[in-house]
């Protein structure tokens, strides 16, 4: 099992894993995990009733019997770096506390000189490169196309996770071309995959208060998809806390797998909180932690087609993302060595670039760390030595894990 992409037939293994992990009591759990099984699905009233009337610890262990289910203890990270192209855009998200208008002293644009440059302190301990940004006024598909090109010539063995769903449409409309060119151009320049941000909540009444004049719930899906079909996996996120109900959450969740059940393209959802600091939303309702396991578990229980659930560190911090290990999330992203947007909105996470501290983390909330490749193809466990090796870490061939 270890290092694979996780067992096919978890649902047959959950009632056991419901059993070991001490059975469940709350009737709306009970009625999701009996959906699941019989229909193989929850549906979406059962889905809203989890969130608004549930026993929280029985949501949270149904999440993690699902995950144990299809990955045993195995926990995925990778060692990445977060590299963000620029922070000037043409739009104003009332949530976003990281664009900057183009004449803000400390607006920035990297050229491709000073992209590489941020990418080669890193470049020997890392694989993957996640680059994202703000929507340049003037920046055309040529540019990104070679920042990715040109990282790609000078660190082939790196993985180019780069431009959200809302940049590919500006790139589109700058660049006067259709989505597909956009996307073929970047696929031809060494794109791997596109990352899930600007989901956010994919309702358009919630998106037009909260980012106003962004992609809408149905362009970021057509853009998802037609990155699908062209061969590109993708991840997709939620952002929670702001303005939602607990319905429009679910119907965010039951879009995401209606698509997925058309391209199986999606490999990864991160639904993470809304952070408040130095951002414009002053009637958010804010997600508390215990909220935040709740939605993580129930992305795990909604989301049966799509792989892997993210608890993203860089936004819910390292003592939630702990405990969301044992609530349905089976990846915590990953080193990520340097980080502004989350950042800029409050988070105090660390970016220490540190492999140990990270599979730490893992083993201390009870998983295998398991280091991944950006598209879950390659796995390498990093396990700590015996006591008696000085308590240090080292990766291993997965053949060697016991
Ligand atoms: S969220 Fe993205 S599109 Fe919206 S203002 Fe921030 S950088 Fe611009």
């Not at 059975?23 to 959906?35: M, N, R």
């Not at 919630?206 to 037609?226: A, Q």
């Not at 409050?346 to 599979?359: A, K």
Request: glycine share 6%; charged share 25%; net charge negative.
């Amino acid at each position: 099992m270890i290092g694979t992409v996780g067992h096919s037939d978890w649902r047959e293994r959950l009632p056991t894993n419901i059993r070991e992990l001490g059975g469940i009591a709350d009737t709306s759990v009970q009625l999701a995990l009996d959906e699941l099984l019989s229909n193989g699905r929850v549906s979406t009233s059962t889905g809203e009733s989890l969130f608004l009337e549930a026993d929280l610890l029985d949501v949270m262990l149904l999440g993690h019997a699902i995950k144990k289910s299809r990955y045993e203890n195995e926990v995925y990270f990778n060692s990445n770096l977060h590299v963000n192209t620029t922070n000037i855009c043409v739009l104003a998200c009332r949530f976003c506390a990281f664009r900057r208008g183009p004449r803000a002293a400390d607006a920035y644009a990297l050229n491709v000189e000073e992209y590489l440059h941020r990418i080669r302190p890193f470049s020997t301990r890392i694989d993957e490169v996640h680059s994202v940004g703000g929507l340049h006024p003037e920046w055309t598909v040529e540019h990104y196309a070679e920042l990715i090109s040109s990282a790609k010539e000078m660190f082939p063995h790196l993985s180019m996770k780069c431009l959200t769903a809302v940049e590919i449409k500006h790139l589109s409309q700058i660049s006067g071309i259709e989505i597909s060119e956009v996307l073929s151009t970047l696929i031809d320049a060494g794109l791997t995959s596109l990352p899930g941000g600007g989901a956010e909540i994919l309702d358009d009444d919630v998106r037009k208060v909260i980012c106003n004049g962004k992609e809408s719930s149905e362009e970021y899906l057509e853009i998802h998809r037609t990155a699908h079909l062209m061969g590109l996996p993708t991840n997709s996120t939620m952002l929670f806390g702001t303005i939602e109900s607990a319905s429009q959450r679910i119907t965010h969740l039951d879009r995401i797998r209606k698509l997925q059940d058309d391209t199986q393209g999606f490999q990864c959802f991160v639904p993470y909180p809304f952070l408040p600091d130095r951002t414009r939303l002053p009637q958010a309702q804010h997600s508390t932690g215990s909220e935040t396991l709740r939605t993580i578990s129930i992305s795990r229980i909604m989301l049966d087609n799509v792989p892997h659930i993210k608890a993203y560190r860089m936004n819910i911090g390292d003592y939630l993302s702990a405990l969301a290990l044992n609530a349905g999330a089976d990846d915590v992203d990953g080193t990520v060595g340097h980080e502004e947007i989350m950042h800029e909105a409050g988070s105090l996470t660390s970016v220490e670039d540190d492999l140990d501290r990270l599979s730490k983390l893992i083993e201390d909330a009870g998983g295998v760390p398991v280091r991944r490749s950006t598209t879950y193809d390659q796995f390498v466990i990093h396990r700590r030595r015996p006591p008696s090796d000085d308590q240090r870490w080292v990766s291993l061939p997965v053949a060697d894990m016991v």
